[in-house]
C-alpha cells in the first residue's frame, strides 16, 4: 500500500492489483552439505525461480483446486473416468463418477502441466478430500521416483490420508475414488507436516525468487554455518 498526501492534507492510497508473497528463512548451525545445497540455490546454479512448497501453508493445492471455482481451469483435475462439469447452480466443479473405482486426481497446473506434485524422502503429506465426499471415499498418494517409476502407494478408507514419503520418492499423484455419484470437487486440501483441514484456502506452490542470502561460520570444531535467505513471489525471472 502507498500513500500520498496532498498539501491539503488530504490522503489517497494506492494498492498494486498483486501482492507478492515475501519469506525470510534462517538455520542455525547448519550441517555441511546441507548449507553447501543452500549455497548453491542462492548462487544461482540452478537456473530461474524456485519452486516453493511453504511447510507453514495450510493448503498446498492452487486457490482453483482448493475452491474448485468455475472460473478455474477444467484441467486442474484428471479423471480415469466419468467426467467433470460445472454446476450453474453453485457455479463450482463437479466429478461424476460411474463407478467405486473411477479416480480423480490433483493436477499442478503451475510450473508447467503435469499430475504430479513434488516431495521428497520421509515428508509427512496429508490430503483430506473435497468436502461434499463421501466417508467411504478411497484416498490415495502414489509415490514416484525422479524418473516417474511408481514406487509404492498409500491409501485410506475415508476423507483423510497422512503419508510419509518412501526413499526415492521425488513426487506424489494425489487421488480420491469417492464411489458413483456427482460430487463438488470444492474443500480439498494438501499439507505438509500436519492433517490437512478440508476447505482451507488454497496457497499452491509459488515460484519465488532469492532476493538476498548470507552464510557465516559457526565458532568451534567442524564446518557448521548459519544461513539466511530471503525470497520473494515473481511472475517470471530473468537470468543473466
Request: proline share 7%.
Amino acid at each position: 500500500m502507498t500513500e500520498f498526501r496532498a498539501l491539503s492534507g488530504a490522503v489517497t492510497t494506492w494498492a498494486a492489483p498483486v501482492q507478492p508473497r515475501r519469506m525470510k528463512l534462517s538455520w542455525t548451525s547448519m550441517e555441511k552439505d546441507d548449507a553447501l545445497f543452500l549455497d548453491r540455490l542462492a548462487r544461482r546454479n540452478i537456473r530461474g525461480p524456485l519452486i516453493v512448497m511453504d511447510p507453514t501453508s495450510a493448503n498446498l493445492l492452487d486457490d482453483a483446486a482448493a475452491t474448485a471455482d468455475a472460473s478455474g481451469p477444467a484441467n486442474t483435475w484428471a479423471v480415469s473416468a466419468g467426467g467433470l462439469a460445472v454446476n450453474s447452480a453453485t457455479r463450482q466443479w463437479e466429478f461424476t463418477s460411474p463407478s467405486g473405482d473411477a479416480v480423480v486426481g490433483w493436477r499442478r497446473t503451475s510450473w508447467g502441466p503435469g499430475q504430479n506434485y513434488f516431495t521428497a524422502p520421509g515428508m509427512r503429506l496429508s490430503l483430506a478430500a473435497p468436502v461434499a465426499f463421501p466417508e467411504t471415499t478411497i484416498t490415495m498418494f502414489t509415490w514416484r521416483a525422479l524418473d516417474g517409476r511408481v514406487l509404492s502407494q498409500s491409501r485410506a478408507v475415508g476423507k483423510l490420508l497422512s503419508a510419509v514419503a518412501p526413499d526415492g520418492a521425488h513426487s506424489v499423484t494425489l487421488a480420491c475414488a469417492p464411489g458413483p455419484g456427482t460430487f463438488s470437487l470444492a474443500g480439498a486440501c494438501l499439507a505438509v507436516d500436519e492433517d490437512a483441514v478440508a476447505g482451507d484456502p488454497g496457497d499452491g506452490c509459488p515460484a519465488m525468487s532469492i532476493t538476498d542470502y548470507s552464510i557465516s561460520p559457526v565458532r568451534g570444531p567442524g564446518r557448521a554455518r548459519d544461513i539466511s535467505l530471503s525470497l520473494v513471489e515473481v511472475a517470471n525471472s530473468a537470468v543473466q
